[in-house]
Nanobody
């Protein structure tokens, strides 16, 4: 199982970015929960919760109903600078339910 994340980059404060993460595998699989995490320099990795006070009304998270997770970020702030990781719980006939991580995509908010 692979998780491929994309969409990161350098953006000025107040700008927007859209991240996507797609799960794929060489055989039949079922993607259960998918989540976004982020890790700022020197900080622990944290869950990106669209309802949390620091991202509410700026971040929107949704899934396409299959294997792709999206994160739309608006009005970005320098404190949003982090590596953003996709996490998914995937079931396969051979491995059962396993948590997988994507490779991370860098988001830098700076003027």
């Amino acid at each position: 199982v692979q998780l491929q994340a994309s969409g990161g980059g350098l953006v000025q404060p107040g700008g927007s970015l859209k991240l996507s993460c797609t799960a794929s595998a060489g055989s039949w699989f079922v993607t259960n929960v998918m989540r976004w995490y982020r890790q700022a320099p020197g900080e622990q990795r944290e869950l990106v919760d669209g309802d949390s006070v620091n991202v509410r009304e700026r971040f929107t998270i949704w899934r396409d109903g299959k294997n792709t997770l999206f994160l739309q970020m608006r009005n970005l702030k320098p404190e949003d600078t982090a590596v953003y990781y996709c996490n998914a719980n995937v079931w396969t006939p051979t491995e059962g339910s396993v948590d997988y991580w994507g490779q991370g995509t860098q988001v830098t908010v700076s003027s």
